[in-house]
């Protein structure tokens, strides 16, 4: 049982570059979701996905889009990435019990640098 | 939407005193709130969370307590160590909801412990 793992660990991008961030959970665990995390500013929520099928926009959605490719996988990807998007990146799944929520399980998280 | 603001955003005790960091919420109807503790360079972990149908909830040195009329909660770490230092996050959500998209967390809250 390993969580959630993520991948990569730490990526460097030209400005313009596009890349996929990967997260994958075996704790079949329904919601997952990304998150940026920037100094001073806790974390922010950049797109979840409530179901395998189901994807939806989060604070900070601008320049990511997601793909749940089933109910273990959801990953990020960036376009066309740029300086602003410099930060580590968390993917997490929402462990529910008796349909209640008890927070998330984080990954290990991504630290993306763009130059 | 939920906003979380958290104080102080550093904060620095000696080995043994008491440690409490402080959140308030803007989103009556949220009804659960988590702890997050974050070392450095390591993922978020849950440490302890509260529901709005209690108003403290204490695990060994670590307590939460909750004000719904205020709508402030806090953290308390009593006889703190050197392994309490870390990062610090509180969270506010509905709860009830399964998705939990409405989520949000506090800026951080640095506890250094000095031996």
């Known amino acids: 049982n390993a969580g959630v793992t993520q991948t990569p660990k730490f990526q460097v991008l030209k400005t313009g570059q596009s890349m996929t961030l990967q997260c994958a959970q075996d704790?079949?665990?329904?919601?997952m979701y990304w998150y940026r995390q920037d100094p001073g500013m806790g974390l922010r929520l950049i797109y979840y996905?409530?179901?395998?099928?189901?994807?939806d926009k989060g604070e900070v959605p601008n320049g990511y889009n997601v793909s749940r490719l089933n109910k273990r996988e959801f990953s990020l990807r960036l376009e066309s990435a740029a300086p602003s998007q410099t930060s580590v990146y968390f993917c997490?799944?929402?462990?529910?019990?008796?349909?209640?929520?008890?927070?998330?399980?984080f990954g290990s998280g991504t630290r993306l640098t763009v130059v | 939407g939920e906003n979380v603001e958290q104080h102080p955003s550093t904060l620095s005790v000696q080995e043994g005193d008491s440690a409490v960091i402080k959140c308030t919420y803007s989103?009556?109807?949220?009804?659960?709130f988590p702890w997050y503790k974050q070392e450095l360079g390591k993922r978020p972990q849950l440490i302890i969370d509260?529901?709005?149908?209690?108003g403290e909830k204490k695990d060994q040195r670590i307590a939460v307590t909750l004000n719904k009329t205020a709508k402030h909660f806090s953290l308390h770490i009593t006889e703190t160590q050197p392994e309490d230092s870390a990062v610090y996050f509180c969270?506010?959500?509905?709860?009830?909801?399964?998705?939990?998209?409405?989520?949000?967390f506090g800026a951080g809250t640095r506890l250094t412990v000095k031996p």
């Open positions: 997490a799944s929402l462990v529910t019990k008796s349909s209640s929520n008890y927070g998330y399980t």
């Open positions: 704790m079949n665990h329904n919601s």
């Open positions: 996905s409530a179901s395998e099928g189901t994807t």
């Open positions: 989103d009556s109807a949220s009804n659960y």
């Open positions: 509260i529901r709005s149908n209690v």
């Open positions: 969270a506010a959500s509905g709860g009830s909801r399964l998705n939990n998209n409405d989520m949000r």
